[in-house]
């Protein structure tokens, strides 16, 4: 849903059968009359930049796809999308490399929407030791990384179960944003061969752990995600914090019996020019 050639009606129509709303459905939820919603869909009526953004909210669109509502409608596009090294997004790097630094000695890792890893605390390189070069190099997959049958897959003790927690958050992130570079990413991630069922004896649990063997021993971790609250930048919308805990103790004592890594500290960025 990125092109601009369609008309807005044709785009909240598109994002509203997404979401499995009726008309009826979509129009209570805003609180204006399903025959207005109706007349907008069809293009009887133009509806003001606030309806739009009002109607966005509602159905949930990527700030993205907000962008191309508004232009669709004729109106000018009011996210900016910056890169991560823009002054302007300064604090909020600052703060993404203050929790990656912070999670230390366990992994983390900043992604961006399509899964490129944009940032890393380089905990516990023992993790990808064996992993083809390519997969490492910038600008890093982390489905390919884990998936790819020459990324950690071969190692992961209960890949079947974690390759199935990934791609139905895969299935989920594109249900919300229609992003054609994440169906082709899923494509390319469900042709990788099978895992042939592979649990380990551990399944059972409350979270879906990680479980990697490694030549100290097999390390297991649990994840969480942190995002951004109500930023008005599309990248920043986009980013998101991947954290991995222990999720047991002798992954505890693995790790605490590691020599530390030692990285140079990061750069002070220089301050912004006063205007």
Request: proline share 9%.
């Amino acid at each position: 849903m990125s092109g601009h050639t369609r008309s807005v009606g044709d785009h909240l129509k598109g994002w509203r059968q997404r979401r499995r709303l009726s008309q009826l459905d979509l129009a209570t939820e805003a609180n204006i009359s399903a025959r207005h919603l109706s007349f907008v869909e069809t293009g009887r009526s133009v509806p003001s930049r606030e309806m739009l953004l009002h109607l966005a909210e509602e159905l949930q669109i990527p700030m993205r796809e907000r962008n191309v509502l508004l232009v669709a409608a004729g109106y000018a596009p009011i996210f900016q999308e910056r890169p991560l090294d823009d002054p302007a997004l300064s604090a909020a790097r600052e703060a993404v490399d203050i929790v990656l630094q912070g999670h230390k000695p366990y992994p983390a890792f900043a992604i961006d929407r399509r899964w490129t890893i944009v940032g890393s605390n380089k905990a516990l390189p023992i993790l990808f030791e064996g992993v083809r070069a390519e997969l490492l190099a910038p600008p890093a997959n982390a489905l390919r990384l884990s998936l790819h049958p020459e990324g950690l897959a071969p190692r992961i003790a209960n890949l079947a179960e974690w390759r199935s927690h990934l791609l139905r958050r895969l299935r989920q992130q594109i249900e919300l944003t229609a992003d054609p570079e994440l169906l082709a990413l899923q494509r390319e991630i469900s042709a990788y061969p099978s895992s042939s069922g592979r649990h380990d004896a551990q399944a059972d649990g409350v979270v879906v752990p990680l479980r990697i063997d490694t030549r100290v021993g097999r390390l297991s971790f649990f994840s969480t995600t942190m995002v951004f609250g109500t930023p008005v930048d599309i990248t920043l919308s986009e980013l998101a914090i991947e954290t991995f805990f222990p999720a047991d103790q002798a992954t505890i004592a693995i790790v605490r019996s590691l020599p530390p890594v030692y990285l140079p500290p990061l750069p002070r960025r220089p301050p912004l020019p006063r205007r």
